[in-house]
C-alpha cells in the first residue's frame, strides 16, 4: 500500500522560508510524477508545482520564483522549498504522486505564514 509521509510544515513570519519534504513507500510501480497541491480554509485545492519524471516542472504563478520543488529518485522523495513566504501562501500543503494510473496523496501539513 502507498504511503506518503509529509514533513516540514509550521507557522513562520511573512518573508521567511519553509522546507516541506514528502517521502513515498509502498509503490511497486514507476512514481511517473510527484508534486505539491495546497488548500487554504474555504478554497479549493490547487496546484503549487509538479514535477515529471524527465526532470519537467511546473510551478503555479503565484509560487514562481519563490518555491522550488526538487526530488531524490533513489528514495522516492520530493521536496518543496518555499522563500519569501506571504500570509496568502497559508494551507494545508498536501504532498502527491502518481504512476500513471492513479494519484496517491499524503496527509497534509499545514503551513502558516503570520503577517
Known amino acids: 500500500q502507498v504511503q506518503l509521509v509529509e514533513s516540514g510544515g509550521g507557522l513562520v513570519q511573512a518573508g521567511g522560508s519553509l522546507r516541506l519534504s514528502c517521502t513515498a513507500s509502498?509503490?511497486?510501480?514507476?512514481?511517473?510524477?510527484m508534486g505539491w497541491y495546497r488548500q487554504a480554509p474555504g478554497k479549493q485545492r490547487e496546484l503549487v508545482a509538479t514535477i515529471i519524471g524527465g526532470g519537467k516542472i511546473n510551478y503555479a504563478g503565484s509560487v514562481k520564483g519563490r518555491f522550488t520543488i526538487s526530488k531524490d529518485n533513489a528514495e522516492n522523495r520530493v521536496y518543496l522549498q518555499m522563500n519569501s513566504l506571504k500570509s496568502e501562501d497559508t494551507a494545508v500543503y498536501y504532498c502527491?504522486?502518481?504512476?500513471?494510473?492513479?494519484?496517491?496523496w499524503g496527509q497534509g501539513t499545514q503551513v502558516t505564514v503570520s503577517s
Open positions: 502527491t504522486i502518481t504512476d500513471g494510473l492513479q494519484f496517491y
Open positions: 509502498g509503490s511497486s510501480s514507476t512514481i511517473t510524477a
